[in-house]
């Protein structure tokens, strides 16, 4: 694909006064999986906001030598930036089929709008495969079981042909089988791409991040592998509770993340 | 059945034609041939408010405003036509020395005023809708200015009476294209005319929902984000919704003027429009044949009823709308759908209050 990498570099958004994000610089490479992590209000989903130009912003978001910041959004998705949301957004009146076919649309010329779709694109057919959706080519998106619609989302990515996959939540209410099964997809797509995962779930992470950077009031708090992040005090601090500003999202999440710091990694 | 589905509907357009083309003109009076035409101009602008509405999700509340724009432009025509050399006699009433308007002038060439016809409503609803859509503006914020437009244009129409006929709006048009209008064949002439351009419009309609275009308009319609984050500009998606639903109000608009014989701000403004947008929720917004059949039982309704008990039909016309939106949102053509649904399970869920009210509030944005 590419070896262009994401850099982001002192990104600062601001929302009427409120700073959601001040300053975070992180990067992200093709063959790793990378996570954003993070306590609720540390302004994660607002950096992808940002990068993908759904939120206006100050810094720089570069893909290779590309500027995103400033760009229009359906201009940064033609560079080969995909995102999904936190709420799965399929086109639910559509099958399947229907939903890819429009993601992978756009290297198409224009003037194939006007015709009907004959035959299923190779593209497609890979996409489908990769996420286990084969079987559900003609099944209407809205009657997918919420796992599946986020498989979808990532398969239309896929399509898509994107670079750098930008997922905001994807294991949110999912299964445990699901979320293993999410996750060794992530690893495998993220082979050629970059794949930058917003996640609260600290399990999930552990399993299967390359890298992790964790975001704090809109601040970068600790950037590194998952063994560093854990054992850095600071994250330790706000994870505890003792910054004021956990949640009890993140409070739930303790234990394992102390259990976690004196066992050996796994990989 | 979803590869036989598009022939099906195909198959329902060829009966439809046979109907309207071959059956009609043995079976029905001049008269009822000239209500019918009526109504098949009705029925053309209903065809692309499906479009705009029932698949784009863009309430078109101001259709009025490009029926006019091919109604008065053939109504201009004929006008010339009929006065020959000399100026259209309403002008003359108010000035007998007043010169013909600058902007009539070219109406007196046929070539020009079936352009016009074709490329004003584009051309308006281009540039309205490459505003509104760039800047997102939708919803009932699009469905008011849609209206206020309509609305707008109609008092325009009335305050000029010495251009345009003001509420008199213009009529006693003797030929069409060299044609004697009070001629029965030419009658039925105009009347197969307006009826094979339904019967146009909706394999045109047919084609774009069985295309890839149709489901990324319908795609747009459910979730615009998602749409622009697969690398489209909804804005262009619809915009091109926008300007066919565009031509076909104003196609269906240039028929009616030869057929009713009279054009006035009546037929254009707030009221006008909102009927046009009934028929098409009373037969099913999002279907191919929905439209066109709604719009045609309402202007049917609106001549035999709205004729011999005007003050009840009102009440009729309403009371439909809201049994409609309350019971059918998707309207009468949803209807085998789910007798098909209640045969399967044979006692469905009674929709919950506040699935209803989702509904409801589907229909209004």
Redesign the interface.
């Known amino acids: 694909m590419t070896d262009a990498s994401l850099i982001v570099t002192d990104l600062h958004v601001e929302f009427s006064g409120f700073v959601a994000v001040g300053g975070v610089s992180f990067d992200a490479h093709p063959g790793e999986v990378r996570f954003l992590i993070g306590p609720n209000g540390a302004g994660k989903t607002t950096c992808i906001d940002a990068i993908t130009g759904l939120s206006r912003a100050t810094g720089s978001a570069r893909l290779g030598d590309r500027e995103l910041l400033g760009t229009p959004v359906h201009k940064i998705v033609r560079l080969g930036i995909g995102r999904t949301f936190q709420t799965a957004s399929v086109f639910d009146e559509l099958t399947v089929l229907q939903n890819l076919d429009i993601a992978a649309g756009r290297h198409r010329p224009w003037t194939s709008l006007l015709r009907t779709r004959r035959g299923v694109d190779p593209s497609i057919e890979r996409a489908l495969e990769e996420t286990g959706l084969t079987a559900e080519l003609a099944t209407p998106a809205g009657i997918l079981s919420h796992g599946q619609k986020q498989w979808l989302e990532i398969a239309m990515l896929l399509v898509q042909d994107a670079k750098v996959l930008l997922l905001d939540e994807p294991v949110a209410g999912m299964s445990q089988d699901e979320r293993t099964a999410t996750g060794e997809l992530l690893q495998r797509i993220a082979a050629k791409r970059i794949v930058l995962v917003v996640e609260h779930d600290m399990d999930f992470m552990r399993r299967f991040a390359t890298r992790v950077t964790v975001l704090h009031q809109g601040k970068v708090l600790s950037q590194g592998t998952v063994a560093e992040v854990q054992a850095d005090p600071k994250v330790q601090e706000v994870y505890l509770g003792t910054a004021g500003a956990a949640t009890t999202a993140a409070m739930a999440v303790v234990p394992e993340t102390v259990a976690a710091m004196h066992q050996p990694e796994e990989n | 059945m979803?590869k036989l589905k598009?022939w099906i509907s195909l198959g329902g357009i060829g009966v439809f034609a046979f109907l309207l083309l071959g059956v009609a003109p043995l079976v029905l009076t001049d008269h009822w041939i000239n209500n019918l035409g009526k109504y098949c101009c009705w029925a053309i602008v209903a065809v692309g408010i499906g479009l705009a509405w029932g698949r784009g999700g863009m309430l078109v509340m101001g259709q009025g405003v490009f029926f006019a724009l091919g109604a008065y432009a053939m109504a201009m025509h004929l006008t010339l036509e009929t006065a020959g050399d000399r100026i259209p006699g309403f002008m003359v009433l108010y000035d007998p020395l007043a010169p013909l308007p600058a902007f009539w002038e070219p109406f007196r060439s046929a070539g020009f005023t079936l352009l016009a016809i074709v490329l004003l409503p584009v051309i308006v609803s281009g540039i309205l809708g490459y505003a509104l859509f760039k800047r997102r503006v939708k919803g009932a914020y699009f469905a008011i200015l849609s209206q206020a437009l309509a609305v707008a244009l109609a008092t325009l129409i009335s305050s000029t009476i010495r251009q345009t006929g003001g509420d008199t709006g213009l009529s006693d048009f003797k030929y069409f294209f060299g044609f004697v209008l009070n001629d029965p064949a030419n009658k039925l002439l105009v009347y197969l005319i307006a009826a094979g351009l339904l019967v146009v419009c909706l394999l045109a309609v047919w084609?774009?929902y069985?295309?890839?275009?149709g489901?990324?308009l319908?795609?747009t319609r459910?979730?615009e984000?998602?749409?622009?984050?697969?690398?489209?500009?909804p804005a262009n998606v619809k915009l091109v919704a926008f300007v066919a639903s565009a031509l076909m109000a104003s196609i269906g608009g240039a028929m009616f003027v030869p057929i009713v014989g009279i054009i006035t701000p009546a037929e254009i403004g707030a009221a006008a429009s909102i009927l046009m947008i009934a028929g098409v929720a009373l037969g099913g917004r999002a279907s191919l044949f929905g439209p066109a059949l709604g719009a045609m039982a309402v202007g049917w309704g609106q001549s035999s009823l709205g004729s011999t008990w005007p003050d009840g039909w009102t009440y009729i016309l309403g009371l439909l709308f809201i049994v409609v939106i309350l019971f059918l949102p998707n309207g009468l053509s949803s209807l085998p759908a789910r007798f098909a649904a209640a045969r399967r399970s044979p006692a469905p869920p009674p929709p919950t209050p506040a699935a209803a009210a989702a509904e409801l509030e589907g229909v209004r944005s």
């Open positions: 979803t598009p084609q774009l069985r295309s890839r275009f489901e990324l319908v795609a459910d979730a984000e998602r749409v622009r984050f697969l690398g489209y500009d």
